[in-house]
């Protein structure tokens, strides 16, 4: 008999922003297969006994690949027991789910998607600004900043991410940032565009730093890898302000 899978989202880290229904599953799992950002504090939410297993990838470091986490998705669902796979941020934003769920369709394994808190609206939240605004910044678009290779996608809409009244949120994206502003200005972009740059979100080494595209491309490109996750946000509303 086939076991059931819940996709949890356990937002970036802080237990207290994880959905009730996320800690709900967590609770009654038998395994959680969890992602290096999923881990530390919210684990501790998990029922005693709980087989936990760690999956996570990160750029730059040895990593458990993706065929591999499919393949463990798909054993221990079939032995019957409830199986939670616990994605940072939102499951559903640059988190590789299609290819999981896809595993399990072919399984014939039922599973189940729970959304949670992406980074870009913590560090929107945790910056006090929100990521909308009337006349000025009436959409918002989230994009990679790296492919499967590590590199700067070559295929992105340069003029849409170059619109001065978008909010726009780069995941990925601390190594190639550099490369990135450097399209966006030929495409039309203000080097003095605003910009915010987030990491360690709702954790006690949290860090935000206010910039511009320009100025924080310059110290990203300067300080070398990431050791923590990091999101970058610019446009209009990236400096603060009233809504």
């Known amino acids: ?18 959905t009730l229904k996320g800690a709900a599953r967590l609770r009654e799992a038998d395994v959680v297969l969890y992602d290096d950002l999923a881990s530390g504090a919210i684990l501790d939410l998990a029922r005693p006994g709980a087989n936990l297993v760690a999956v996570g990838k990160r750029a730059g470091r040895p990593s458990t690949k ?8 798909v ?18 934003i640059f988190g590789r789910l299609e290819e999981e769920i896809e595993t399990l369709r072919q399984a014939g394994i039922g599973y189940e998607i729970i959304p949670g808190v992406t980074s870009a609206c913590v560090a929107a939240a945790q910056a006090g600004i929100p990521l909308t605004r009337r006349h000025t910044s009436r959409r918002v678009q989230f994009v990679t900043g790296a492919d499967v290779t ?4 070559p295929n992105l809409n340069w003029a849409a991410l170059a619109d001065p009244d978008a909010t726009t949120v780069v995941y990925m994206g601390r190594r190639t940032f550099s490369a990135l502003v450097g399209k966006l200005i030929e495409h039309g972009l203000s080097p003095s565009t605003p910009a915010l740059f987030a990491e360690s979100l709702g954790r ?6 206010r910039s511009t595209v ?7 490109a300067r300080g070398g890898a990431a050791s923590t996750a990091a999101v ?8 603060g302000g009233s809504s």
């Open 75 to 92: 054993d221990y669902a079939a032995t019957g027991v409830r199986v939670v796979r616990l994605k940072s941020g939102d499951a559903g």
């Open 66 to 73: 993706q065929h591999h986490v499919n393949r463990l998705l």
């Open 204 to 209: 006690a080494d949290e860090r935000l730093v």
């Open 1 to 18: 008999m086939s076991g059931f899978v819940s996709f949890v989202s356990a937002g970036p880290g802080d237990p207290e922003l994880l």
């Open 232 to 239: 970058i946000m610019f446009g209009a509303l990236a400096e």
């Open 150 to 153: 590590g590199e700067l996608p």
């Open 214 to 220: 320009v100025e924080l491309a310059e110290q990203l």
